[in-house]
């Protein structure tokens, strides 16, 4: 199956601190990736008031695509662009890339709110990616 | 919101859905009509069909009255069914085109701020202001609405017939118009169930005077004749007044009718007439009342009629459960379905206009014109159900849609589910099931209107979703409604989404660029780009809560980033000619979404391009370059469309790039050269660290230049050095570049006598240029660029210029800020920082340029070996030195020789090997060395001529001066002190001083480090033993062990020094033992020395210790710090010779070596020992050697060879007798006046204090200073067979600084269970019965200080033989001096001594 997924964690000031393309890369819309997940945004910032979950399932569309968010309790927002549905395996995704989110912060080298640059957390988004998503 | 505001919003609705009527008018109207200048009487009567006031009571369809407070209508003049638009994409186009033409300003919302979008604006302002040209868009869209089939809107409810007074039958003209075939088409399409209505107006001209006698007379003829439906109306009246009428009038007259048209036409040409040139106010009034009258009187009581006909007609369609059976029943078993539908030419399926169903749309449509919102939503339901399930799906759609409309015109609170629904499908319908070529243009009308009644309702959030669902089917409608849904989000509840607006902003963006309406994309990306800025409420909040826990300054008080370094050297320096308008900060996108961030500066990039905007063109095309996430193809598309824009620039902008000047270079962040990673390299094909140090007196490593104030620059050069400045040229894109002739831009500053005279930089520095640099993808390397100065002067770096891809100058900035300042106000309140020195050097034509190179340095080393390296210093420039100086980080691990000049013999000569060969080495030498103990570390190589007292600077033997051409070697013994790694720093600095300085302060250094890895050869242990045969004596072991598994040892020489021991080998008299002295691989050799004083020990008052004693009394107490220094030792020198030839030791090279091992030794004792002691104060406190320390020096050699040599040593070995003496220095001193301290100064001294007395009583050992040796000097034997024996007990006082007073107990071996039952412990094993004291057991007496007192007993036993002797107590209590206070002394002042060992006797036979 040949999905495209784009992953970002977004941090409390909007800027984005991981971002990854899983599954076929595709230079041309990545500027669009960006735009959508930017925009939906603003529906997270709604949206989360009114679950006290952490998943807040599909929040936003765009053509065939669909956003799904996961905030954090500090407000770190994880947005997964995809296209196919699959709500229990995006939740367990979201959930695991939490887990690996909170063992970055514990790192004391790493400054909260700043960009994620370890390979390792990038091959490990990539191993949960390949586990949940395709 | 108040009604009147709701009901005036939602006008654009019940005027597109208003009644029409179709005016026709006689040629003799036509005549009076094109006299004042209108083509119809339609056109004429237009304005006054507006908002007709109608104040009446009306019924609606099921007999309840309602009030219609006022009502549109429209006149139109010809009626024809078949004409339908068709809009196809082109057309769309060409009509937003128009309507954004139409528009001439085209500036920002005036949300939109330079920091962002400006949220309470965005809230206030109206949303139809933000884009004009969707209203007109909207109004010409809705305005272009013709009849249809499926709907009643544009079926005209009745005829206006208008014939003239002038003409000669104007009855007969009405029925001519009556009959005219624009009224049989209307007629056509009736149901037949109504009658048509007719209202006829005879208008009189004022012009025709002769008419007017007779137009009331012919007005009353067309009354009988035609019916009540009928009017007069005069106009023209006063002809003869209007060559005095106002000019303004005429102008508010004519504004009337223009107002009209550019209202409900809004792109129709305006034609340059006046309107009305033939009426006056009291004609306009008579039209208005006219058009109302016939309003009131004819048009709404007709509609009324229709209303209530239809409503019977199609009351069993309406009549609940069994109206519907019925109906439903007739539909399937009917035969006369195919009679009412049939199917039009476009493929759709209408209704015949007798059918139940036509009617029920005629009469929901007639309805909803006359405002009864509620019935006409009822009657649409109804006759929706039939379409549905006839499939007519495009009269299905219109009734959706009309019900819809219903539910948002009723005001009644509505919830989303129940109108967004049937929106969505009315839209979904005509896109996807209708056929028609309308569908499009249907689908759109819905979309606006719906839209238009969301945005009356408030109900922003529902707008996007509703515009979005629009047919796209046109790049420009598509535009259209993305923009409107932007605004949308913007005006969302109950915050905006500015984030949402961003991105259908873009979206409009691209599809106004797809619909080649360039300038509404541009404004649209502009509206991003700075959208992008905006930061939600929240976050804004909750920074400036951090900002205030803070404490920061509001103002930018942070140092700048290396971000921010890169963001200032993006923007480019590019001079245009509109550079001022354009402001370089916020021009280009930035945040830290790159892919956005790429994309809008490259749209923008690209528009500006096309505009010939060049200046901001550059700026978003290098704001694109820096960002190295960007695919490869994209940065390679980046980087070609830069290149070409500046070749097609370069014509416009030739005269600023001629020369490659600095100034009109741009500035592009790649390749990237990080300002902190260049280096200036002095001498770079020397080799060792070159800089400025300062010398410090102290002997610590020579540091950066600190303190002071103005700039220091760090490098110094001589003139004609070469300077290598090395730069890390770092590709940050994954496509390779090349750079042609880089060089560096320096600023440089002439000093001294050139500063007068104009020096330029070409003439004071040559600066080399590098050809060509290939960078591939992601690579870095480095550049060096050589600068040789030709003048003094200072040179700073500005920065690395070159052509980039052989075509685009590129000027990169090397400037970094300097330190933040913090000294005045000014500076603490705003950001201040000190001009950058790193990257910059100075010239000075007075200093020597000095080549220094070190040759021979070791990596590896066995402990205690040595290794010759050298030192080489040449003077290659043409001025003498005077001063050269040395300092190593590692004393101990050095020993030099003195420097020597080098002509080629001398240095071939010189060096005759570390230690100096004595074939006659004297047993015991009492040497005077000096005693102060201070840091060695420092050399004077040349210029310095005496050791002067207390300065760290070491002097052997240097040299005066260093001509021009000279050279000199040092050789520098390098010896593995201690196992492990290390790094050695040896410092080489020499001053510019025209002649030697005294002191060494600042210096042109070079530093060099190696590393030294230093591997176990031997190890060596001491131990010491109680001697048996003196109490004077301590036996000194020393073990030695060899630690090399194929390396045999041979010991040469062993060496004590102390400044009261002589130390003789145990073992043998002269010492010389070849075959102990051999120690092979892993094997251990132990060598027994017998310590006792020496025979010409110091006195103890001249100790070092009393010196430490007073020193640090002095230091407590005294109001004067101590500042002297002890005096010289004389050191017991005791050697013993293993091999044939020993070393002399006391040679100075040696001694000094020896010297600076103890120093760096002890100085590191006693900081860890005394921390509460300054280093400062170490040399005046406390001496290099102490009295009663021995150090040891093991010499030795390899077998087979002398190609390893070296030595171990140890130092400060403590033979166990009482040195307790430092706590004396704490008492306070029994005369002179202590200090009144300050408190800190109090503080300090009590926990100095008390840091040195709990040492005292903690940390040192348990010593006893007395010793008793017990031996046999007669022994008798007596009558009863015992043998007595006459025994001396000597004790000896090892304390130099007390006498004791003792009392001896021989205690009785028989009795000694008694006295161990008291709690003594004292373990004796020998025979308890065989032997006892005889006489005087206890003995009282004193010794002196280093003394012997003997003490005479007697003992008996039964037998002869061996005997434990060892049953004594000794209770000693010191002796003290008068002078002596007693807050802090020893502990061992008072001491009960028992015999620590067996000592046994041999008492034979006489």
Redesign the interface.
């Known amino acids: 199956m040949s999905s495209t997924y784009y992953f970002a964690i977004v941090g409390?000031?909007?800027?984005?601190l991981y971002e990854t393309e899983l599954g076929v890369q595709r230079?041309e819309s990545?500027?669009l990736?960006?735009?959508?997940v930017?925009?939906?945004?603003?529906?997270v910032?709604d949206a989360q008031f009114m679950s006290t979950a952490c998943y807040l399932k599909t929040i936003d569309r765009y053509n065939d695509w669909n956003v799904s968010a996961y905030v954090t309790p500090s407000n770190t927002r994880l947005m997964l662009l995809h296209e196919t549905k699959a709500d229990d395996a995006i939740r367990l995704f979201f959930t695991d890339c939490h887990e690996l989110y909170l063992k970055t912060l514990l790192n004391p080298f790493y400054e909260p709110n700043t960009?994620i640059q370890s390979q390792a957390f990038d091959i490990k988004v990539n191993m949960l990616a390949k586990k949940y998503l395709f | 919101m108040p009604r009147a505001s709701l009901a005036q919003k939602k006008d654009f609705v019940t005027k597109a859905f208003c009644p029409r009527i179709l005016a026709l008018a006689s040629p003799g109207v036509q005549d009076a009509c094109a006299v004042n200048g209108f083509d119809t009487f339609a056109d004429l009567l237009s304005p006054f069909g507006q908002d007709v006031l109608t104040q009446i009571t009306i019924q609606d369809g099921q007999g309840a009255p309602y009030f219609l407070d006022k009502i549109n209508v429209r006149f139109t003049t010809d009626f024809n069914i078949e004409k339908s638009p068709t809009q196809s994409s082109s057309d769309v186009d060409s009509l937003v085109n128009s309507c954004a033409a139409a528009c001439v300003e085209h500036a920002d919302p005036p949300f939109i701020g330079k920091d962002g979008v400006i949220l309470d604006a965005a809230m206030a302002d109206d949303i139809s202001t933000w884009a004009p040209w969707y209203t007109l868009f909207r109004q010409q869209w809705v305005g272009d609405m013709q009849p249809s089939e499926h709907e009643t809107f544009m079926h005209p409810v009745g005829c206006l017939l208008v014939a003239s007074g002038s003409e000669a039958d104007p009855i007969g003209a009405l029925r001519a118009l009556q009959t005219s075939a624009a009224v049989q088409r209307v007629l056509a399409c009736g149901d037949g169930g109504t009658k048509m209505l007719f209202y006829y107006m005879l208008l009189h001209d004022g012009r025709d005077t002769a008419a007017l006698q007779t137009i009331d007379l012919q007005f009353d003829q067309v009354r009988k004749t035609l019916g009540q439906n009928s009017a007069l109306l005069k106009i023209n009246t006063n002809t003869d007044l209007l060559g005095a009428a106002d000019a303004g009038e005429r102008i508010k007259i004519s504004s009337i009718w223009s107002s009209d048209i550019s209202a409900t036409r809004p792109l129709a040409a305006q034609p340059e007439k006046s309107y009305g040139e033939m009426l006056t106010m009291r004609d306009v009034a008579a039209l208005r009342d006219a058009v109302k009258l016939m309003l009131v009187r004819s048009v709404v009581p007709h509609m009324q009629y229709v209303v209530r006909v239809l409503s019977d007609q199609t009351a069993s369609e309406r009549r609940g459960i069994t109206g519907r059976l019925f109906s439903a029943g007739r539909r399937y078993l009917n035969t006369t379905k195919a009679e009412n539908t049939y199917v039009g030419a476009d493929g759709e399926v209408y209704y015949r206009h007798k059918s139940p169903e036509a009617m029920l749309r005629k009469l929901a449509d007639c309805s909803f014109m006359l405002k009864d919102y509620r019935f006409a939503q009822s009657v649409y339901q109804i006759a929706r159900r039939d379409f549905q399930s006839e499939k007519a799906w495009l009269c299905y759609a219109g009734a959706q849609e009309m019900i819809g409309v219903c539910k948002l015109l009723w005001e009644v609170q509505t919830t989303k589910a129940e109108f967004d629904s049937v929106f969505e499908d009315a839209v979904s319908t005509y896109v996807h099931k209708t056929r028609t070529p309308r569908r499009h243009f249907l689908a759109v009308r819905c979309t606006v209107v719906y839209y238009e009644l969301l945005k009356h309702h408030r109900f922003y959030m529902f707008a996007p979703g509703a515009l979005l669902r629009g047919p796209s089917f046109s790049a420009s409608l598509a535009a259209l409604l993305n923009e409107q849904a932007a605004y949308s989000?913007l005006k969302a509840v109950p915050r905006p989404?500015?984030?949402?607006f961003?991105?259908?902003a873009?979206l409009a963006s691209q599809a106004f660029q797809r619909a080649h309406m360039s300038d509404l994309a541009n404004r649209c990306l502009h509206m991003v780009r700075v959208s992008l800025k905006s930061?939600?409420q929240e976050?804004i909040r909750?920074?400036s809560d951090d900002e205030k826990s803070h404490g920061k300054a509001t103002v930018g008080a942070k140092r700048p980033t290396r971000a921010s370094m890169d963001e200032k050297a993006a923007a480019p320096s590019l001079p245009t000619t509109d550079e001022a308008s354009v402001d370089k900060v916020s021009v280009t996108a930035k945040?830290?979404?790159?892919?956005?961030d790429?994309?809008i500066n490259h749209e923008l990039g690209r528009q500006s391009m096309a505009a010939h905007n060049f200046g901001e063109a550059f700026q978003y095309f290098m704001a694109l370059m820096g960002d190295e996430k960007t695919?490869p193809?994209?940065q390679s598309k980046y980087l070609q469309e830069l290149l070409q824009l500046f070749l097609e620039s370069s014509d416009q902008l030739a005269g600023d790039y001629d020369g490659g000047k600095q100034a009109s270079a741009i500035e592009l962040s790649i390749p990237s050269i990080d300002p902190q990673l260049v280096r200036i390299i002095m001498s770079p094909e020397l080799e060792g660290e070159d800089a400025m140090l300062e010398w410090r007196p102290d002997g610590s490593s020579p540091g950066k230049i600190g303190g002071g104030s103005g700039p220091q620059l760090p490098r110094c050069c001589s003139v004609g050095e070469v300077v290598a400045v090395l730069l890390v040229v770092t590709n940050p894109l994954a496509i390779g570049v090349t750079l042609s002739n880089l060089t560096l831009e320096c600023a440089f500053e002439a000093s001294g006598d050139a500063a007068a005279t104009e020096t330029t930089v070409d003439s004071a520095l040559d600066i080399s240029v590098v050809s060509t640099v290939i960078l591939e993808g992601e690579q870095t390397t480095m550049v060096t660029v050589q600068i040789v100065p030709r003048r003094a002067g200072s040179v700073s770096i500005l920065g690395a210029k070159y052509l980039l891809c052989d075509i685009l100058p590129t000027f990169k900035s090397l400037v970094l800020p300097g330190r933040r300042m913090n000294d005045t106000k000014d500076q603490r309140m705003g950001v201040v920082h000190t001009p950058d020195t790193t990257l910059g050097f100075s010239v000075n034509s007075d200093l020597p340029r000095l080549e220094v190179t070190v040759d021979d340095l070791p990596d590896t080393l066995m402990s205690g070996s040595m290794h010759r390296a050298c030192l080489r210093v040449a003077n290659s420039g043409t001025l003498p030195c005077h001063s050269v100086a040395m300092w190593v980080s590692h004393p101990s691990f050095v020993g030099i020789r003195p420097p020597r000049l080098c002509n080629d013999e001398a240095e071939l000569a010189e060096d005759t090997g570390m230690y100096v060969p004595l074939s006659d080495v004297r047993k015991h030498e009492r040497v005077q060395v000096p005693n102060v103990l201070r840091d060695y570390s420092t050399f004077v190589l040349v210029g310095g001529q005496t050791d002067t007292p207390g300065s760290s600077a070491h002097c052997v033997e240097p040299l005066g001066s260093l001509g021009p051409g000279e050279a000199f070697t040092v050789p520098i013994w390098i010896r593995g002190d201690r196992v492990g790694a290390h790094t050695l720093s040896l410092c080489v600095g020499a001053s510019s001083a025209a002649t030697a300085p005294k002191d060494l302060v600042v210096m042109r250094s070079r530093r060099f480090e190696v590393d030294l890895l230093v591997t176990a050869s031997l190890r060596v242990n001491a131990f010491v033993r109680p001697s048996a045969r003196n109490p004077r004596e301590r036996l000194l072991g020393v073990e030695v062990e060899n630690m090399q598994p194929d390396l045999s040892v041979q010991l040469v020489q062993t060496t004590f020094t102390s400044g009261f021991y002589e130390l003789v080998p145990v073992s043998s008299g002269n010492g010389r033992e070849p075959h102990r002295a051999l120690v092979g691989p892993r094997q251990s050799v132990s060598l027994v020395y017998r310590a006792r004083p020496h025979a010409t020990a110091d006195r103890p008052c001249d100790s070092p210790e009393m010196f430490a004693v007073r020193a640090l009394r002095q230091f407590i107490y005294s109001s004067e710090k101590p500042a002297s220094t002890p005096e010289p030792i004389g050191l017991v020198y005791s050697n013993n010779v293993f091999a044939e030839q020993g070393i002399d030791c006391t040679h100075h090279s040696l001694q000094s070596y020896i010297t600076r091992s103890q120093a760096h030794r002890r100085r590191n004792v006693l900081r860890s020992a005394y921390p509460l002691i300054p280093d400062k104060y170490h040399s005046a406190m406390f001496p290099l050697f102490e009295s009663f320390g021995i150090d040891f020096v093991l010499f030795w050699s390899q077998v087979g060879g002398a190609e390893r040599a070296g030595h171990h040593s140890i130092s400060g070995i403590d033979l166990g007798v009482p040195h307790d003496y430092l706590v004396e220095g704490l008492n306070p001193p029994t005369e002179g006046a202590a200090r009144t301290w300050l408190s800190d100064t109090m503080h300090d001294r009590e926990a100095l204090i008390q840091s040195i007395a709990s040492r005292s009583e903690s940390a040192l050992r348990s010593e006893r200073p007395l010793d008793v040796l017990i031996r046999v000097e007669a022994v008798q034997q007596s009558d009863c067979s015992l043998y007595v024996a006459d025994v001396a007990i000597s004790v000896y006082n090892h304390s130099w600084r007390y006498g004791y007073q003792f009392t001896l107990d021989l205690l009785s071996p028989h009795e000694l269970d008694q006295f161990v039952a008291e709690g003594a412990k004292m373990e004796y094993s020998g025979s308890r019965a065989a032997w006892s004291w005889l006489d005087e057991t206890s003995h009282s007496s004193s010794v002196e200080p280093h003394g012997l007192t003997v003490v005479r007993a007697r003992l008996s036993c039964y037998a002869p033989g061996m005997i434990d002797v060892a049953v004594w107590r000794l209770q000693a209590s010191a002796m003290l001096p008068a002078a002596v206070p007693t807050v802090f002394s020893s502990k061992s002042l008072d001491c009960v001594l028992y015999p620590t060992q067996p000592h046994f006797v041999h008492v034979g036979t006489v």
Request: without cysteine; positive net charge.
């Open positions: 409390t000031n909007d800027s984005p230079d990545k500027y990736n960006q735009f959508i930017h925009a939906a945004l603003d529906l910032d960009p | 989000y989404n500015v984030r949402k961003a991105f259908y873009m930061r939600p976050q909750a920074d945040t830290k979404w790159t892919a956005i790429s994309y695919p193809k994209l």
